[in-house]
């Protein structure tokens, strides 16, 4: 089993930086892929980012804008996200999955842990 919790959402204007942590509990923090969705109301779940030992993967939609992070001393996995738009507001959410040869590690049924969310709103 695999506790996450994030923080670090809130409310910032367009062009502005927030960075969201995730924190997660368990000695194999090493061994699960760790991913970062967003849901904006009305919208289905979407794929923002993941980090794969190392190797890290964005959504065209953020590509040059986010930064996704890993401190494996600390079980912890970051979202630095650099001039937001407003289009970014959603219900931000951190994830775990184990490693399987079939994943992808796109989609949200993928994915095997989840944070209970955080709330990021961008103004204009």
């Known amino acids: 089993q695999v506790q996450l919790v994030e923080s670090g959402g809130g409310l910032v204007q367009a062009g502005g930086s927030l960075r969201l942590s995730c924190a997660a509990s368990?000695?194999?923090?090493?061994?699960?892929?760790m991913g970062w969705f967003r849901q904006a109301p009305g919208k289905e779940r979407e794929f923002v980012s993941s980090?794969?030992?190392?190797?890290?993967y964005y959504a065209d939609s953020v590509k040059g804008r986010f930064t996704i992070s890993r401190e494996y001393a600390d079980n912890t996995v970051y979202l630095q996200m650099n001039n937001l738009k407003p289009e970014d507001t959603a219900v931000y959410y951190c994830a775990a999955a184990a490693r399987h040869w079939s994943r992808s590690y796109y989609g949200s049924r993928e994915y095997d842990f989840w944070g209970q969310g955080t709330q990021v709103t961008v103004s204009s």
């Open positions: 368990g000695r194999t923090f090493s061994s699960y892929v």
């Open positions: 980090d794969n030992g190392g190797t890290t």
